[in-house]
């Protein structure tokens, strides 16, 4: 079972999802749950189905004291770079928050104050609380959303399987098709082993 929250008052957890993706947006959510919450089924995103999640989603949006959900575009990725896009993202939904949380939990390691509110970074929160729980699974499912919705504008990537992460089939696509604007050209988009032409 995870814990509800850590401190008293309103608390907000927030995770983003996409970080080692290749193309496509990195897509964070905040949510504050009520004290009172309890959904068994609810874990870190990574650790449930593509069913379960769905299903959570809206369980999640309507018991939700608040929530928010925000993204950082490819082009902000290569700008400012991976760890600063993604805590950028949860900046942009905790922004979104109403009310305003007391105290932030962020999933990992790194976070830049916001507001000065109080945060403290845990390392598998997702794991751990059920708001950070929540928010990687509404993170997760968004950002989903919109790569299946991209999929059908750039359909050889296979980004609606994909979802813009680096599998064989998207790396191939991009030695024989070349990138799109939703490809982040920072990162490594090929393998050393794809990019030796025989």
């Known amino acids: 079972m995870l814990s509800l929250q850590l401190l008293e008052g309103l608390e907000a957890g927030t995770d983003e999802a996409g970080r080692g993706c290749l193309a496509g947006p990195v897509t964070a959510a905040a949510v504050i749950l009520p004290t009172d919450f309890d959904v068994p089924l609810l874990n870190d995103s990574k650790k449930l189905t593509e069913k379960q999640r769905q299903f959570l989603r809206p369980i999640i949006e309507d018991k939700a004291i608040a929530y928010a959900v925000a993204h950082c575009t490819p082009e902000e990725v ?18 979104k928050l109403d009310p305003c949380p007391d105290h932030i939990l962020v999933d990992g390691n790194r976070f830049h104050s916001f507001k ?21 699974v509404l993170a997760k499912t968004y ?7 991209l999929d059908r504008k750039y359909p050889k990537y296979d980004w609606k399987n994909n979802k813009g992460y680096p599998t064989k089939k998207h790396r191939k696509a991009i030695l024989k098709e070349g990138i799109t604007p939703q490809h982040r050209k920072t990162f490594r988009l090929l393998s050393e082993q794809l990019q030796i032409k025989f």
Do not use: F, T, W
């Not at 950002?143 to 919705?149: A, F, G, H, P």
């Open 143 to 149: 950002r989903d959303d919109l790569m299946i919705d």
């Open 78 to 95: 290569d700008a400012i770079n991976i760890l600063n896009a993604s805590i950028k993202a949860m900046h942009k939904a905790l922004e």
């Open 116 to 136: 000065k509110i109080p945060h403290q970074c845990i390392v598998k929160g997702d794991g751990k609380y059920q708001n950070i729980a929540a928010a990687s």
